[in-house]
């Protein structure tokens, strides 16, 4: 596995048109990226394809990386993650673009977000161990199956107004837990 | 909020907008707040990078050996336009159609069903890139907005090119990333050989039934 910087200097690269370093990154990142669109989509041509997409994304949206205050390696999950939702969804049935999540981004970040990455591995499962068992499995689920209000308002047979206090509610507590 | 929470720390959109859980209208209005607002911003990577580690688990896959090689030539292969279509437009440019620098690409779109017509419709100068497929089973025209929009206060209006014939407009791209457009049988036969194109128009279409703004791209239909 490249090191954080490596990546970062690719990706810097790849914004300059360097198709070397674009190559270089692929081959670092690739397989992790991958994992991520099949885990989502379960479905090896779908999740290629995804993938494929994903990687021009990257191309093309490399000049704006150093301004959204991601770690790269969020950023390039980020991408893959939300590209592979958006195609599970259309699967389902026509529905919003998260896409421009990682990508847009004008303004640079400071020093304190730049020192998030390090400490949020693992943070989150502390906190979510801490909620109810079927809220931290909503949050689970609509970052890693795309699941809508809707979806685990069925899932779970409440009302959708319900499942949406639940889940604010249970965001509330994580966002408090993750800043301690 | 809507809530009875009271707590110091009250929710703004951005870990709803980093799960993906609020609607088009609603991410949108979430976006133009963040732009003028950089500790919503800063929130928003806050949450993407504690969500991110959810993933941690997810082992790494090796993709197929050909995948590099598709997305080197989806980004870089050079333009090699099929028909003689080019000089239609450019005729067509006297007439009601004006063609402002409009790049022509084809990229082949990957993994189509068997018997679907697809092209790549690319508006390089303006980052667009809109991937349209036809299937000829149901009639039904797909479109995917890979990146790029219309600027504020405009639309992409589809039209349809089939031979001599003027344009015939198909509607307006949807404003979500995908959509799709339901043809009529004597609309069908003609995307066979036929050409799509976007043109940039005011909100609700050309006024007038033939393109009014220019061309932003045009590509032709071709077998996956």
């Excluded at chain 1, 990386?65 to 950023?75: A, E, I, R, V």
């Excluded at chain 1, 069925?154 to 966002?175: E, F, Y």
């Excluded at chain 2, 344009?167 to 609309?187: D, F, M, N, R, Y």
């Amino acid at each position: 596995m490249a090191t954080r910087e490596e990546i970062e200097t690719y990706i810097d690269r790849v914004a300059l048109g360097d198709r070397v370093a674009f190559a270089a990154l692929y081959n670092a990142t690739s397989a992790k990226l991958f994992g991520v669109t099949l885990r989502v989509l379960n479905n090896r041509a779908e999740a290629d394809d995804a993938l494929q997409e994903v990687y021009i994304k990257v191309w093309r949206a490399a000049d704006r990386y150093q301004s959204n205050g991601l770690s790269p390696m969020t950023w390039l999950i980020t991408i893959a993650r939300n590209h592979a939702i958006d195609r599970l969804r259309t699967r389902k049935k026509g529905q919003t673009g998260l896409d421009e999540v990682a990508e847009l981004a004008d303004q640079a970040p400071g020093p304190e977000q730049q020192a998030i990455a390090s400490s949020a591995r693992a943070q989150i499962n502390n906190c979510l161990d801490a909620l109810p068992a079927d809220r931290a499995e909503a949050v689970r689920r609509a970052y890693l199956d795309g699941d809508t209000y809707q979806d685990l308002a069925d899932a779970m047979q409440v009302p959708l107004n319900t499942m949406r206090t639940w889940l604010r509610r249970s965001l509330i507590k994580l966002k408090d837990c993750l800043s301690q | 909020m809507t809530d009875d929470v009271t707590d110091d720390a009250p929710l703004s959109a951005a870990a709803e907008y980093a799960l993906g859980l609020l609607t088009p209208a609603q991410a949108r209005a979430f976006e133009a707040e963040m732009n003028s607002d950089l500790s919503l911003r800063a929130e928003l990577a806050h949450w993407q990078e504690h969500l991110v580690t959810l993933t941690d688990d997810i082992a790494p896959v090796a993709p197929p050996k050909a995948t590099f090689d598709a997305i080197t030539s989806r980004l870089f292969d050079a333009p090699k336009p099929r028909r003689n279509w080019f000089g239609w437009l450019a005729g067509a440019a006297s007439a009601a159609i004006v063609v402002a620098a409009v790049m022509i690409v084809v990229i082949p779109v990957p993994n189509p069903t068997s018997n679907d017509l697809v092209a790549g419709l690319v508006g390089a100068d303006i980052g667009l890139r809109v991937d349209a497929t036809f299937d000829p089973d149901t009639n039904t025209l797909l479109f995917d907005r890979v990146t790029g929009a219309p600027a504020e206060g405009r639309v992409f209006e589809i039209w349809l090119i089939a031979g001599e014939a003027a344009p015939i407009s198909l509607g307006l791209l949807p404003e979500a990333k995908t959509g799709q457009v339901q043809l009529t049988a004597e609309l069908a036969v003609l995307v066979d050989g036929g050409i799509i194109a976007l043109s940039d128009e005011p909100p609700g279409g050309s006024p007038t039934g033939v393109a009014t703004g220019p061309v932003v791209a045009v590509a032709p239909f071709a077998n996956g």
